[in-house]
C-alpha cells in the first residue's frame, strides 16, 4: 500500500482546525504536516484529529509564532528537532514510522521584504537557517528520508507567475535559490514534486492582498516534497489541492500531497 503524504502551511492550526479536519476526511492522507501552527504543543486540538483517526502525532510549539505538528494515521515515534540558528523557534520537528521511514517537517523563515541582510536581519536568519540545514543533512547523509514544509522559496522560474518580476522579491532571490538548491543537492534531496510534474507552471501560496487570487492567479511554489536519493524513485502522484485555497477563512497555501510506494 503506498504512503500518502500532505504538507499544509495552516497559519494557524487553532483558527483552522475545522480546514485541517475537513482536509483529513475528504482527502484522507496517511500523514500531514502542519507549519506555522502558532501554537503551543499543549493548546493544539489533537483530540479532534485523534478522533477523526489521525492519533498518532509529533509537535514543537510557540504561542503566536512559527510551529511545526505531524499529524499520522500510522505509529509515528518522535525523533527529535532541530533548532536553527539557536533562537528557541519551532521550526523543525522529526517523526519516524514503524518502516523506518524519517519525516522531517521543516518551516522556513520568511525573510522579511527586502532581499539584503546588512539592513534586514529577517533575510540574514533566513539565509543562515539554510546554511545550517544544508551543513546537518551534508554531514547526517539521509537516508529513507522526506523533508517537507512551506520552504518559502519558490526556486524555478515556472514556480513563481513572473520570473522576470520576481527576481528582486524576496522567495525568488538569486541568493535564496542559490542556498536551497546548495541545502538539496548537498543533503541528496530529490524534489518530489517536479520528478512528478516536470514542466509548467505551478504554485502553492497566493497572497491575501489580491482582491481575487483565482482570477489574477500571481502565485509561488513555496511549499515542497522532497525525498532522500534511495526512495525517490518510490514517489508519485504529486498534487496542489488548489481549491482549499478557495475554502472559508482559508490559509494562503495550498496543501500540497504526494504518495510513496514503500
Keep these: 500500500m503506498p504512503l500518502t503524504l500532505a504538507t499544509w502551511n495552516i497559519n494557524s492550526v487553532r483558527l483552522r ?27 493544539i486540538p489533537f483530540e479532534l484529529f485523534a478522533a477523526a483517526g489521525y492519533p498518532h502525532w509529533v509537535a514543537r510549539g510557540q ?9 499520522s494515521r500510522l505509529p509515528l515515534e518522535d525523533a527529535g528537532h532541530i533548532d536553527w540558528c539557536a533562537r528557541g523557534d519551532a521550526r523543525h520537528v522529526a517523526g519516524r514510522l ?33 546554511t545550517e540545514m544544508r551543513a546537518h543533512f551534508r554531514d547526517s547523509r539521509p537516508e529513507k528520508s522526506i523533508l517537507v514544509g512551506d520552504l518559502n522559496i519558490a526556486p524555478r522560474e515556472d514556480d513563481v507567475w513572473s520570473h522576470k518580476q520576481l527576481l528582486k522579491i524576496v522567495s525568488h532571490t538569486p541568493i ?7 541545502l538539496q543537492e548537498d543533503g541528496h534531496w530529490t524534489d518530489i514534486t517536479r520528478q512528478d ?14 482582491r481575487d487570487w483565482d482570477a489574477a492567479d500571481k502565485g509561488r511554489r513555496l511549499d515542497h516534497i522532497w525525498a532522500s536519493r534511495d526512495i525517490a524513485a518510490a514517489g508519485h ?10 475554502w472559508e477563512k482559508p490559509s494562503d497555501h495550498a496543501p500540497v500531497f504526494a504518495s510513496f510506494a514503500l
Design 98 to 130: 514503524e518502516n523506518g521511514v524519517t519525516i522531517h517537517n521543516c518551516y522556513i523563515p520568511a525573510g522579511g521584504d527586502v532581499p539584503d541582510r546588512t539592513v534586514n536581519e529577517k533575510f540574514g536568519h533566513k539565509l543562515d537557517t539554510l
Design 176 to 182: 535564496e535559490v542559490d542556498h536551497l538548491t546548495a
Design 17 to 43: 482546525a475545522d480546514l485541517v479536519l475537513r482536509l483529513l476526511r475528504e482527502e484522507a492522507p496517511d500523514i500531514l504536516c502542519l507549519q506555522e501552527c502558532k501554537s503551543p504543543v499543549d493548546k
Design 63 to 71: 504561542k503566536g509564532y512559527n510551529g511545526v505538528a505531524i499529524l
Design 197 to 210: 510534474i516536470p514542466e509548467g507552471l505551478l504554485y502553492s501560496w497566493w497572497s491575501y492582498r489580491a
Design 237 to 246: 502522484g504529486s498534487r496542489i489541492l488548489r481549491s482549499a485555497r478557495g
